[in-house]
């Protein structure tokens, strides 16, 4: 069974800029070594497989004389007694040989690129730790370690800023590192990969956004027919399997070639990073129930959003000073939806209405996530009022708009699923969103020719969209 992680269910608000930039650079870095290295363990490989057929050889000599030489003898006791000359005569040109080609395969695989620039824990270097951090193995090992980063980086990168993200990353790569040193300080195997710094977004992540879904394509056979499709699951769920899982590998002592203690460390790093940001800072924050009285704070009732405390001063200074507070407030405390709204209203009061019905979107995005459908409802209408429902990210209109069908508003359900279908051409959720129109106007509001029309509309537009039987 193939079961593959391939995106988180959360979106962004922003290009993650840094995120890509940090793929990029990881891949463009493994294309350049990879051919080093590549070259390095062919030339290994090939001495490596002289060295076999003359030893095989003379091994299979000598036990014929001596059936008990090799008995209980480990590698190193029996290339010992080739360099003793007690296998091949040491007058020998083939002794040479052998003695010439062992001689380098140690130099190359004690020299490798790996061995010079990759972190090795009995020798403690800062400079190669950072270095190791951006150096992969083959294909697989640099694909993984980016898939991952791609799933988790990009919702962390929105939420804190892409210099605090960086600040996590390359720190929580560097904590991974020296945990792996402390609790294996005899390994001479060079350490490489993104791994220990993704590790740490994952387990920032799994605190920041432990209600978020992660999507997984999986493909089996049942009795030889092939099976796929996607499904969800709570990164709640996700990422403490995989931490446990990598815990029980560390806590094995087994040699899998992964450095799993880096992973444990990385991942407790970047969850506790998250945590003293979040929980312990000493600067204040406004609360998602109440707001000191230097902040306004925000009600929510059945008539929408309502301000219960507004600056009166329209000095810019003051203005400006609760636009960072609201800032900082909302990187600290991601989910605090009463901050972002009101960060709306003041980019809206100031005429920048593209950015105000962005930062609506981020509102409405977070109290989806939180499952508070009725003050969902509520930022809706005051996003209507301002008239900025065209300005909504398509990801909010569309998620709206099944809000308004589950509570009954189903004429404005439609409503929206119709804007959803003409403001976003190139929309992924518009043959859903034609759909569910159809299924709102034929079964609920009982409008037979509109609903034809919507089905006509489905039809034409995706032909290939699976209608359920």
């Known amino acids: 069974m193939f079961f593959l992680p ?27 070594t990879n051919r080093i290295v590549s070259s390095e363990y062919k030339e290994i ?46 007058e020998s040109n083939i002794y040479q040989e052998w003695l010439t080609l062992y001689n380098r395969l140690h130099r190359l695989a004690n020299n490798t690129f790996f061995h010079r620039w990759g972190f090795i824990p009995t020798q403690l270097n800062v400079l190669k730790l950072f270095i190791s951090m951006f150096l992969h ?75 978020t879904k992660i999507r997984f394509f999986y493909f089996f056979l049942f009795f030889l027919r092939p099976i796929w499709g996607t499904l969800k699951i709570w990164a709640g769920i996700v990422l403490p399997f995989w931490f446990l899982q990598e815990l029980m590998f560390a806590k094995s002592g087994l040699q899998t070639g992964t450095a799993h203690w880096a992973h444990v460390g990385g991942f407790v790093f970047g969850g506790v990073a998250v945590v003293l940001t979040k929980y312990l800072s000493p600067s204040k924050q406004i609360s998602t129930e109440s707001a000191d009285s230097s902040t306004p704070s925000l009600t929510f009732g059945n008539g929408g959003v309502h301000e219960s405390s507004i600056p009166t001063s329209t000095e810019e200074t003051e203005e400006a000073s609760l636009i960072n507070k609201l800032n900082e407030t909302i990187h600290r405390d991601p989910e605090n939806y009463k901050a972002q709204v009101e960060l709306a209203r003041i980019i809206y009061k100031n005429g920048h209405s593209r950015d105000a019905a962005i930062s609506y979107g981020l509102a409405l995005d977070t109290v989806f996530n939180l499952g508070k459908k009725e003050t969902a409802l509520a930022i809706y209408k005051e996003i209507k009022q301002c008239n900025l429902l065209e300005g909504l990210p398509d990801y909010n209109l569309f998620k709206m708009a099944d809000v308004l069908k589950e509570v009954g508003k189903f004429k404005e359900a439609v409503t929206n699923y119709g804007s959803y279908i003409k403001w976003y051409p190139q929309g992924l959720m518009r043959a859903n969103a034609a759909y569910n129109a159809y299924l709102i106007l034929k079964n609920s509001l009982n409008n037979e020719k509109l609903a034809d029309s919507a089905l006509s509309f489905l039809k034409r537009e995706y032909p290939d969209f699976s209608l359920p039987a």
């Open 6 to 32: 391939i995106r988180s269910e959360k979106d962004t608000h922003k290009i993650p800029n840094l995120t890509i930039g940090l793929i990029a650079l990881n891949l463009v870095i493994w294309i350049f």
């Open 45 to 90: 490989g090939a001495i490596h497989e002289r060295l076999m057929m003359i030893e095989v050889d003379y091994i299979q000599t000598a036990l014929r004389k001596y059936p008990d030489l090799f008995k209980t003898q480990d590698p190193m006791e029996i290339h010992k007694k080739f360099l003793e000359g007690n296998i091949i005569p040491r």
């Open 137 to 211: 193995g083959g294909f697989f090992h640099v694909f993984g370690n980016m898939l991952y980063l791609w799933i988790v980086g990009c919702n962390m990168e929105d939420d804190w800023g892409w210099p605090r993200f960086l600040g996590l990353y390359l720190l929580s790569g560097i904590a991974a590192g020296l945990i792996h040193s402390i609790l294996t300080p005899s390994m001479t195997v060079p350490c490489i990969g993104a791994s220990g710094a993704v590790a740490g977004i994952m387990g920032a992540f799994l605190i920041q956004h432990f209600k």
